[in-house]
Nanobody, 114 residues
């Protein structure tokens, strides 16, 4: 089992920045990749960014150039630095760990006001 604890969400004005953190514990040796998904009201959950155990990254087109995913292997923590935030980035952001199965955090609300 893998446990994920997220932090860092909140309310920010358009153009502002936030950094999300996700700390993993448990069977961390089984994790192949970690990432962030988001779900806005009335919409499906979508991939925002992912980073593999080898350090490769991938981003949704809508966040490229604005968001950066990184990891601290010593702390088993993944970060999502979000800059130039837009109202359409408003959503619940979920941390994800891909191992034998997908594990999810509890979610953290990000609200961007116009």
């Amino acid at each position: 089992q893998v446990q994920l604890v997220e932090s860092g969400g909140g309310l920010v004005q358009a153009g502002g920045s936030l950094r999300l953190s996700c700390a993993a514990s448990g069977s961390i040796f089984s994790i192949n990749a970690m990432g962030w998904y988001r779900q806005a009201p009335g919409k499906q959950r979508e991939l925002v960014a992912v980073i593999t155990s080898g350090g490769s990254t991938n981003y949704a087109d809508s966040v490229k150039g604005r968001f950066t995913i990184s990891r601290d292997n010593a702390k088993i923590t993944v970060y999502l630095q979000m800059n130039s935030l837009k109202p359409e980035d408003t959503a619940v952001y979920y941390c994800n760990a891909a191992a034998v199965k997908f594990y999810w955090g509890q979610g953290t609300q990000v609200t961007v006001s116009s």
